[in-house]
């Protein structure tokens, strides 16, 4: 099994660009997530989905936007990148509430110049 | 509103030393604590969980960890560290109630030879 995949795994962008961040599970998850992380600042949650169809907001979520329209993909969008969004960019997925923690990718290493 | 504290920006430790990173917690409910280990350009690997039961939970790679609910505490241990212990080390924070974990700012672990 490939678990979570994320792509691409880089990018720099220009600021006012935009672009989508993939994620795909193959477990069957019913919970996904997008987190950020910033030095010293450990993961901030950005928004997660409870199953398909459904989003949330997490602590940080000006700026992005995200979609669930199939159960194993989760989107993250930038409609227009700003510099504060350079950061790695990590998808997770768990099967169910205290389960054995999430699954996470690989991450998205991702510039805004 | 549940929050991870991990007070050591970094710890450092000679090989065949006992090594612990420590992590105290705030939540409303019951607490599912995780330990996560982060390897340069990797994402987040799952180290071990406490849901209930026995306060001292072992994981993979020879840690473990202790609960402590009168101190709310969850400080991850390993009798004798090696220099592949060098990595980055998060502690996470579910409440029962609620299905999105947050994360402290992570503790940088250097084994030295």
């Keep these: 099994n490939a678990g979570v995949t994320q792509t691409p795994k880089f990018r720099v962008l220009k600021t006012g660009q935009s672009m989508t961040l993939l994620c795909a599970q ?88 | 509103a549940q929050s991870v504290a991990q007070p050591e920006d970094q710890v450092n430790v000679a090989e065949g030393n006992p090594l612990t990173v420590k992590c105290t917690y705030s939540v409303s409910g019951n607490p599912y604590l995780f330990w996560y280990v982060q390897y340069p350009n990797r994402g987040l690997q799952f180290l071990l969980k406490y849901i209930t039961g026995d306060n001292l939970v072992k994981g993979s790679y020879g840690f473990e960890a202790e609960f402590n609910k009168s101190q709310t505490s969850f400080h991850l241990k390993k009798p004798s560290a090696l220099v592949s212990d060098s990595a980055l080390y998060f502690c996470a924070v579910l409440s029962s109630n609620d299905y999105k974990l947050s994360f402290g700012a992570g503790t940088t672990v250097t084994v030295r030879a």
């Design chain 1, 26 to 113: 193959d477990m069957n998850h019913e919970y996904m997530y997008w987190y950020r992380q910033d030095p010293g600042m450990g993961l901030r949650l950005i928004h997660y989905s409870v199953g398909e169809g459904t989003t949330a907001k997490g602590e940080v979520p000006d700026g992005y936007n995200v979609s669930r329209l199939k159960k194993q993909n989760f989107l993250l969008g930038l409609e227009s990148a700003a510099p504060s969004q350079t950061s790695v960019y990590f998808c997770a997925s768990s099967y169910y509430v205290g389960s054995a923690g999430y699954t996470f990718g690989s991450g998205t290493r991702l510039t805004v110049v």
